[in-house]
Structure formats: structure tokens, C-alpha cells
């Protein structure tokens, strides 16, 4: 009977263990499948000093590498006043809150290096 009670207090204090662990790990960021080609805005935390805020990066994946998501990264695309900025992202960086997708562009290849010198417009794909 005392080899019963001490096993259960055991239990409940493995469960207890096991639940703070659960709150004190980070949540998880749901990523939606990205490729390239589609419109991103991604939201990132910046740090000023003793401030935080959101900073969105809107623009054009054009180029996808890495095979875990320990290691995947995309660099987006954008114009910024008639001049283009392109910015890597790893997709496991905390610092990202979240990656919306806006649209997308048909697309036959897996790097799309050839837009900074294209002029033309894109075909756009319902997502």
C-alpha cells in the first residue's frame, strides 16, 4: 500500500515536472509552404535598444535553399524606391513571427536569379 501512494506522488511529480517544461519551451511558428515565385510579407521582431517592434519586409522569394528546417533559408526580393534589396532569411530565426504569403507568380524554375534584370510583368497564380 505505501509502495502504491509513493509511486502515484512519484507520478504526479514527473507530470508536474514535465508540464513546466511544456510552458517554458518556446510555441512553435506555423510556416506556411513556401516557394519560389510567391509574395511574401515577412514579420520580423527588431530590437532598439529597450524597444521591440514588428518590421515587415514585403516581397518576391526568389531562391530557396537548405533540406531540414534547422537550415532552410529564402532570400526575398524588393524594390525600394527604384532600388532593389534583396534579404536572407532563415526560416528558423527567432526573431521572425510570422510569414505571410500574398500571391504568387508562375514560375518553371527553382532560382529566379534572372528577375534583377527583368522588366517585364509576371503572370500571376491563384494560391
Known amino acids: 500500500m505505501a509502495q502504491e501512494k509513493k509511486k502515484t506522488i512519484v507520478k504526479k511529480e514527473a507530470r508536474e515536472e514535465k508540464n513546466e517544461e511544456v510552458k517554458n519551451t518556446p510555441k512553435k511558428r ?15 521582431k527588431i530590437k532598439e535598444g529597450k524597444k521591440e517592434r514588428i518590421q515587415i519586409f514585403e516581397g518576391m522569394i526568389i531562391a530557396m ?4 528546417p534547422q537550415t532552410k533559408t529564402i532570400m526575398v526580393r524588393k ?3 527604384g532600388v532593389s534589396v534583396e534579404k536572407i532569411f532563415p ?3 527567432p526573431t521572425i513571427e510570422k510569414i505571410e504569403v500574398m500571391g504568387a507568380v508562375k514560375t518553371r524554375r527553382a532560382k529566379l536569379y534572372y528577375l534583377r534584370d527583368y522588366n517585364k510583368k509576371l503572370k500571376e497564380e491563384k494560391v
Open 65 to 68: 535553399k537548405g533540406q531540414d
Open 79 to 81: 524594390m525600394s524606391s
Open 91 to 93: 526560416l528558423a530565426l
Open 30 to 44: 506555423e510556416i506556411p509552404a513556401l516557394r519560389p515565385g510567391y509574395k511574401v510579407r515577412v514579420h520580423q
